[in-house]
Each structure stands twice: as structure tokens, then as C-alpha cells.
């Protein structure tokens, strides 16, 4: 089969690699139908991660199962399946405790951006659609695999509530896909900060009601006058950087919650600070699984539509460019298609 290998910063090759196997009796394999390049993949991508040696990428998916290890029952092959990116056993404690995304055999998918994929854990992972959803669904099933699971998370951690007020930091899929976890919420008011006006619109499709383009402090200022001096209920951290951190904590009202689900890369927390801001701080990879059956239904009901985070598909062989278009954010987020 073919795939993406990622060789040097700026260096993604579509390639030949090996087909993969059955290692475990819990595995399956699946037939990639659409896979996609992740925001974070950029991260090694622009040389802020260590590389290494060369290996594959990718880890959101969707597919058809072509085979599966003999403790696997809870779905076969022919089947469209929805994964996560962490894959999970769904029975150990911390999964039964709805954080299957640190379950005790937690494995991180990374081999996605390819013809074929081995999914570890597939009986706790993979949830099978009843039959095959149409193509046009696909791109939103995608996205549920991650994005969409993870703006979710961020709603979820930042307890958005009906009626409140959200404010979304971060203008990336995840953040786009967080105002549409808002809106889901009842959240009354969603505010996204946002400087591209390309990505203002979709906020606004997906239900943002007000558009902050401010930064830093400026921006902190701009929430504090659309929320009566005193900083929003919650507050949804999409980014990772130091300065969108600081950005949402500082957003929040005291008593306040910041969900933060990009991957910090250099933030550091002032304790003192934390302390007296009275707001409440919940963050990490997204228990997408616990989320799984219900954002697939929203999907299939057509009551969301995350796949609108896409605006840039291309063939997998391709993947070079996708990676490039991202990385030059010309485009959001690129499908790949095999
Ligand atoms: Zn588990």
C-alpha cells in the first residue's frame, strides 16, 4: 500500500509501505474511505516537534473493516466505522470513567494518512455505522474522529451551559468545530476570536455571535466590554501557545471554566495567579470515544455539518501539498482521499 511518510520539516512524501497486519488478536484492519491532515501535524511538520527517524502520519480516519483479530466481535468486515484518535479498550477504569483517551492500553494512532491502517483496541474503539453513509457524510464522520470530538471536549471541559456565554479561542478546525459544540451546548452567546475572514464566516455558519479580531491583552479588553466587565462562563482554549493560554485564562470570569485542548507547546501556569482568578482549568486529549455514538448521530441526523472544516480536498498521493496549503494557511484543513 501507499502512504505519507514524514522525513524532515517540510518534508512529507507519499510513499510506498508495507501492508499492515493483524499484530493482536484486538486489532482490525480498515480500508481508509477519507483521512485528512491535522492542525498538530504541522507542529513536527514546521520543525517545533522532533522528527526522528522517518515514519508514517496521521491519525484521524474513517473506513471500511477488511479484517479483524478473533477477539473482536463488536464490528466486521464491510462495515463503515468511525474511530479516535487514541484508541482505547473502552473497559478498563479510566475508560468506564468516560476517559478512554488515557485508558490503561491507551495506543495514539499515527499511521492514518495512508491506503490501509491497523487499528489497535478496535473492539473498544471503533463504533459501525448501520449501513454506509452517504459519500457527502463522510468528510463529518472524518471529522468527528478528532476535531469535532475535541471541540466537543472543550465545550464539555468549559462546561458550557444554556444560556451562557463561550468564548472560543482559536480559529483552527478544532476551534471551528468547538463553536459548533457551543451552539449544540445552548450556549447563548458564542464569541470567536478570529483575524481571517474566511474562517469569521464559517464561525458565524457554525454560530458564533459576536467576532473578536483582537489579541493579547487587546483581546482580553474586548472580551471583558462584551461580557459586562467580568470575563466569560467559559472559555474554549484551541490553540496550545503560550499566548492563547494566557488569552483564555484571562477571558474567563472568575468562577469561570477554560477547556483547553491544543497541545501546549511552552506554557507555563503562574500558581498565584490560577489561585486568585477563582477559574476552574480542565484540559488534555479528547475522550473522543465516550463521544463517539452521539456525534455520529448528530452527523448522520445531518443536525451538524463539521466536514465544512474541509475546504481543501485532494487525492492522498497529494499529501505534500496538503501539508504545504495548511501550513500556508490557505486552506483550514485538507481531506485526503485515497
Ligand atoms: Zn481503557
Known amino acids: 500500500m501507499r502512504g505519507a511518510v514524514i522525513h524532515a520539516p517540510g518534508d512529507v512524501r507519499f510513499e510506498s509501505l508495507e501492508d499492515p497486519k493483524l499484530l493482536h488478536p484486538t486489532d482490525a484492519i480498515i480500508r481508509t474511505a477519507v483521512t485528512c491532515v491535522c492542525g498538530s501535524d504541522l507542529w513536527p511538520y514546521r520543525g517545533a ?12 480516519y474513517v473506513g471500511f473493516v477488511e479484517e479483524v483479530g478473533s477477539e473482536v466481535t463488536a464490528v466486521k468486515p464491510g462495515q463503515f466505522v468511525v474511530g479516535s484518535f487514541a484508541t482505547s479498550d473502552n473497559t478498563c477504569p479510566n475508560c468506564k470513567n468516560g476517559f478512554q483517551s488515557n485508558c490503561l492500553h491507551r495506543e495514539f494512532m499515527s499511521t492514518c494518512q495512508a491506503e490501509y491502517v491497523r487499528i489497535p483496541n478496535a473492539q473498544g474503539t471503533l463504533v459501525a455505522t448501520d449501513d454506509v453513509p452517504g459519500e457527502e457524510l463522510w468528510p463529518g464522520l472524518l471529522a468527528v474522529s478528532d476535531v469535532m470530538g475535541t471541540g466537543w471536549w472543550a465545550a464539555d471541559a468549559a462546561e458550557v451551559k444554556p444560556g451562557s456565554t463561550a468564548v472560543v479561542v482559536g480559529d483552527g478546525a478544532v476551534g471551528l468545530c468547538a463553536v459548533i459544540a457551543a451552539k449544540e451546548m445552548g450556549a447563548a452567546r458564542i464569541i470567536a476570536m478570529s483575524r481571517h475572514k474566511s474562517r469569521q464566516q464559517l464561525a458565524r455558519q457554525f454560530g458564533a455571535t459576536d467576532i473578536v479580531t483582537e489579541r493579547g491583552d487587546e483581546g482580553v479588553e474586548r472580551i ?115
Request: glycine share 12%.
Open 49 to 60: 516537534e522532533p522528527i526522528g527517524d522517518p515514519h508514517p502520519m496521521g491519525h484521524e
Open 224 to 338: 471583558k466590554e462584551l461580557t459586562g466587565g467580568i470575563g466569560a462562563d467559559s472559555v474554549l482554549e484551541c490553540v496550545g501557545t503560550a499566548q492563547s493560554m494566557a488569552q483564555a485564562l484571562h477571558s474567563a470570569r472568575p468562577g469561570g471554566n477554560v477547556g483547553f485542548v491544543g497541545v501546549p507547546h511552552d506554557v507555563a501556569l503562574d500558581g498565584q495567579e490560577l489561585f486568585f482568578s477563582h477559574v476552574g482549568l480542565r484540559g488534555g486529549p479528547a475522550p473522543v470515544r465516550r463521544y463517539l455514538p452521539d456525534l455520529i448521530d448528530r452527523v448522520l441526523n445531518r443536525r451538524i455539518d463539521p466536514g465544512k472544516v474541509f475546504d481543501l480536498t485532494l487525492p492522498l498521493d497529494q499529501v505534500a501539498e496538503g501539508y504545504q496549503a495548511m501550513d500556508e494557511r490557505r486552506a483550514i484543513k485538507t481531506l485526503l482521499t485515497p
